[in-house]
């Protein structure tokens, strides 16, 4: 394997650890907001259960981004790098202002750009490119219904129980909720990685005949998904889970859950969906059943123009990178 092959790799690792660093506010927003676990504990709970889900579930969204969003016969390391260069550069820019963005769009973005710079349409698999897209709406909308009507159902279940014993009770239930997100969130967005670093390797000839995922990429992966969700993306955190709403823990435990329980089923789908969009949409969810007010809609606005942008933003970004690259080859 080359030294440019090996680079290639960790490229691909770095990504997968600013993932983790801006999806930080995912997994740990409602915790540290209803002040369950400090900030530090919390990020440590998450990173934990990122890297414990490398054994949990199996490599469907792995899959579909290493063989389901372009043709394989046009992919090579140039591309892979102009891919990730663009994702990467997207990521950081928006994790540094603080904007909870899609990491697997700007993924997805970037593989579509390159795609059509290099074959045009005919080189882009439509149904997965279009299951993604189609998420993009259904990830919020699933998380919303989802915890408003376990919202509604908590407070129906509740309503003869002191306020001060349901928030102590679901202190200790948001530990639950929290790691059972962390865990789709680790099996979902490692699996991103995973799937570009494979169909790296098997599109330059070093995994053999037939696309598989290596578990060695897949610890890898998670290995380093885990330690960005340890470094914290502290202003995303702020932004979903102190700016968005108000939370207490009993809106913590049903946000979390309604939105493991979306993106732990994607996963088994194979569909690479986006944790930011779905624990947003399960947030406010929570948030419309005290008031429609009690969601500050301009943050929420904020947040859904940044997802509109970075499908096309990566995909720009990508493609630009890798025309460069072809003019100094």
Known sequence: MSLFIISLVFLALLFDFLNGMNDAANSVATIVSTKVLSPFAAVLWAAFFNFIAAFVF??????????????THVINEYLILATLLGAIIWVY?????????SV???LV??????????GGQDVIITSGVYKVLLFIILSPVIGFILSYFLMVTTIYVFRRTQPNKVDKGFRYLQLLSSAIFSLGHGTNDAQKTMGIIAVLLFTTGHLGSEFHVPMWIVLSAHTAIALGTLSGGWKVIKTLGMRLTELKPVHGFCAETAGAIAIIGASFA????????????????????KRVSSVRW??????????????????ALSAGIYWLILKFI
Do not use: R
């Not at 199996?58 to 372009?70: F, L, R």
């Not at 569909?271 to 929570?286: D, E, L, Q, Y």
């Open 58 to 71: 199996g490599v469907h969204v792995a899959n579909t981004i290493g063989k389901g969003i372009i043709e």
């Open 93 to 101: 820019v928006c994790t540094h202002l603080g904007l909870p963005i």
């Open 104 to 106: 697997s769009h700007a």
């Open 109 to 118: 973005g970037g593989l579509v750009g390159t795609g059509l710079l290099v």
């Open 270 to 289: 194979g569909i690479p969906v986006s944790t930011t969009h779905t624990i947003t949409g399960s947030v406010a969810g929570v948030g419309v059943v």
């Open 298 to 315: 301009g943050i929420a606005g904020n947040i859904i123009v940044a997802w509109i942008l970075t499908i096309p933003g990566t995909m």
